[in-house]
């Protein structure tokens, strides 16, 4: 089985331009994750989605950032425009019973973006 | 109150021996802690995990030690090898259907090295 797809993986781009990220969950999850990691640092959660919902966008800044997710399957994170504190790794995940408190999210390998 | 608070930053263990790593967590509603294991240029993996209501879980050479008194946990490797070599995360996840939850909470990372 595929796990969660990510691209691109690196991305390096001039402050101000924009950039957009995409994932594909495994198979069957309904509950889609986008977080940010920075340099040394834990994953922090910018967006829930259940299904087509964002759920919990409430660390999302919403100033730059947008996130979508049509027909409750693959993801599109963007940032317009970047600023050089973006640079991070994003990571997306997923998971099947997000309500379970036993519900085990599994990650992709995350795209790394470099603002210039 | 949503911190997890993890330590050391860094560890180096000689090959055989324990390596322990602790979180501690303020939130008494997380019910759920996982701990991640992150490789270089991967997302992070799940490891093992625990729930309050048992104070040690253990897989292979992996136990999580629990204290809901004191509102701590820790990972314990057994027999470290240098494979184990990563940056391990720990988390908290509160299942109740409130603002903030139902979300990864990580702590800061460790990152582990195990010398042959």
């Known amino acids: 089985e595929a796990g969660v797809v990510q691209s691109p993986r690196y991305k390096i781009i001039e402050k101000k331009q924009p950039v957009a990220f995409w994932c594909n969950p495994i198979s069957g999850h309904n509950t889609l994750y986008w977080y940010r990691q920075n340099l040394g640092q834990g994953p922090e959660l910018l967006i829930r989605y259940e299904n087509e919902e964002a759920v919990d966008d409430s660390q999302l800044p919403k100033d730059r950032f947008s996130a979508e997710r049509l027909k409750g399957v693959d993801s599109t994170l963007k940032i317009q425009p970047a600023e050089l504190g973006d640079s991070a790794v994003y990571l997306c995940a997923s998971s099947f019973r997000p309500r379970s408190s036993t519900d085990t999210q599994y990650f992709g390998p995350g795209t790394r973006l470099t603002v210039l | 109150q949503q911190q997890v608070k993890q330590s050391p930053q860094s560890l180096i263990v000689q090959k055989g021996g324990i390596s322990i790593i602790n979180c501690a967590y303020e939130?008494?509603?997380?019910?759920?802690f996982p701990w991640y294991q992150q490789f270089p240029g991967k997302g992070p993996a799940l490891l093992i995990a625990i729930r309050p209501d048992v104070s040690e879980k253990k897989e292979g050479r992996f136990t999580i030690s629990f204290n809901k008194s004191a509102k701590q946990f820790s990972l314990h490797i057994m027999d470290s090898q240098p494979g184990d070599s990563a940056t391990y995360f720990c988390?908290?996840?509160?299942?109740?259907?409130?603002?903030?939850?139902?979300?990864?909470?990580f702590g800061q990372g460790t990152r582990l090295t195990i010398n042959p």
């Open positions: 939130n008494t509603a997380f019910d759920y």
């Open positions: 988390a908290a996840f509160s299942s109740r259907r409130i603002q903030g939850a139902q979300k990864l909470v």
